[in-house]
Antibody, heavy 118, light 107 residues
Framework: QVQLVNSGGGVVQPGRSLRLSCAAS????????MHWVRQAPGKGLEWVAVISYDGNNKYYTDSVKGRFTISRDNSKNTLYLQMNSLRAEDTAIYYC???????????WGQGTLVTVSS | DIQMTQSPSTLSASVGDRVTITCRASQTISSWLAWYQQKPGKAPNLLIY???SLETGVPSRFSGSGSGTDFTLTISSLQSDDFATYYC?????????FGQGTKLEIK
């Protein structure tokens, strides 16, 4: 069955960097687009970024453009989110999500908590 | 960006009730709308895609309708397992956006 395992979260100071990972199994990873979605503590869901199945197309929400980079390694079945210049408002649980056959998010990772604090 | 507005923000209901949650898009999104259920401490779970298609494994008491800008999620007969927060999401264009959520509480 499809499994997405998030890792890489932690406590980081403002201005520093962190890289999140999402290890995929149970499906042909290289055939599907992948997304990152975040959720600040006690708040709703916010879409962050998407990468196409081959890594050639990427889109970001405005608040992370120029600071975050989404990437993937199809040989390792792994999705990444490189987060630079982190801010307090980036504090959230970060989920990876797989695009289903009809473009909705049909599988999600368990999430990894990023806390930006001095 | 397309704004998604859900109502109500909180809904109190009893087991067996029929409940409806609405979602309005700030511009037309055709039928590119999904509904997710999220329980505390868990990742969201896809219920409905393309406005009215039931995801595999989701109970048939859940249904979705609408197109263009106005959409609804209906639970025909609430079960205890359904008390959770529900989100709509448009995936018509980037940036994809979610509604603010509807928390379904036990009355």
């Amino acid at each position: 069955q499809v499994q997405l395992v998030n890792s890489g979260g932690g406590v980081v100071q403002p201005g520093r960097s962190l890289r999140l990972s999402c290890a995929a199994s149970g499906f042909t990873f290289s055939n599907y687009g992948m997304h990152w979605v975040r959720q600040a503590p006690g708040k709703g869901l916010e879409w962050v970024a998407v990468i196409s199945y081959d890594g050639n197309n990427k889109y970001y929400t405005d608040s992370v453009k120029g600071r975050f980079t989404i990437s993937r390694d199809n040989s390792k079945n792994t999705l990444y989110l490189q987060m630079n210049s982190l801010r307090a408002e980036d504090t959230a649980i970060y989920y990876c999500a797989k695009v289903g056959s009809v473009a909705a998010f049909d599988n999600w990772g368990q999430g990894t908590l990023v806390t930006v604090s001095s | 960006d397309i704004q998604m507005t859900q109502s109500p923000s909180t809904l109190s209901a009893s087991v067996g009730d029929r409940v409806t949650i609405t979602c309005r898009a700030s511009q037309t999104i055709s039928s590119w709308l999904a509904w997710y259920q999220q329980k505390p401490g868990k990742a969201p779970n896809l219920l409905i895609y393309k406005a009215s298609s039931l995801e595999t494994g989701v109970p048939s008491r859940f249904s979705g309708s609408g197109s263009g800008t106005d959409f609804t999620l209906t639970i025909s007969s609430l079960q205890s397992d359904d008390f959770a927060t529900y989100y709509c999401q448009q995936y018509n264009s980037y940036p994809y956006t979610f509604g603010q959520g509807t928390k379904l509480e036990i009355k």
